[in-house]
C-alpha cells in the first residue's frame, strides 16, 4: 500500500513536468489532398493521368462499337446464314467480349500503378519542402489532416498554403533550372 502511494505521488509530481514539455512541441497539419488538386505540381500530375484514362476510354468505346456492329449483323443476318458462319460470327463476339473484359482489366491495373507512380513522384518532391517549413516554424510534428485519426484541427494549425505555395515555387524553381528542350534546327534556304 505504501509502495502504491509513493507510486501515485511520483506521478502527480511528475505530470506538471511532463505537460509542460509537451506543450513546447508545436503541432500542424496539411490537408494533403488539397496540396494535390491545387499544386502546379499535383494539377500537372491529375492531366496526365485523366489524359491517360481518355486514352483508354477511347479504345474501349472503340472495342465497345466494334462489338454492336458484330451483333448487329449477327442479329439482321441470322435467318440467312448458315450454321457454321453464324456459329463463328457468334465466337467472334464472345471473344471481343473476352478482350473487352481483359481490356478492362488491364486498364484499371495500368492506370492504378500510372496514380500510384505519379503520387510516389509528388511525395519525393514535396517530402523536403514540407521538412523545410516544419524546421522553420519549429513544428514538432505535422499530420495529414483527414488520414491521421484526427477528429479535429484548428484552422491556426493547418499549414497547407504555406506547403502549397513553397512546393509550387519549388517545382518552378526546379522547372526554370532544367536544361531546355532541343530545339529543332532551322531549315537553310
Known sequence: MKKALISIAIAALAMPVFAQTATQGRLAVIDVQRVLNTSVAGKAAQDRLKKLQDDKMVRANKMQEDMKALDSEINTKKLSLSEDKLADLQKQLADKQVALQRYGQDADKEL??????????????????????????????????????????????????????????????????????????????
Request: negative net charge; hydrophobic residues 40%.
Open 112 to 189: 492504378g500503378e500510372a496514380r500510384d507512380k505519379e503520387l510516389m513522384t509528388l511525395e519525393t518532391k514535396i517530402k523536403p519542402v514540407i521538412d523545410q517549413i516544419g524546421k522553420e516554424m519549429g513544428l514538432a510534428a505535422i499530420f495529414n489532416k483527414f488520414e491521421s485519426g484526427l477528429v479535429y484541427a484548428s484552422d491556426a494549425i493547418d499549414i497547407t498554403d504555406t506547403v502549397i505555395k513553397r512546393f509550387n515555387d519549388s517545382t518552378q524553381a526546379a522547372d526554370n533550372t532544367a536544361p531546355p528542350a532541343a530545339q529543332p534546327a532551322a531549315k537553310k534556304q
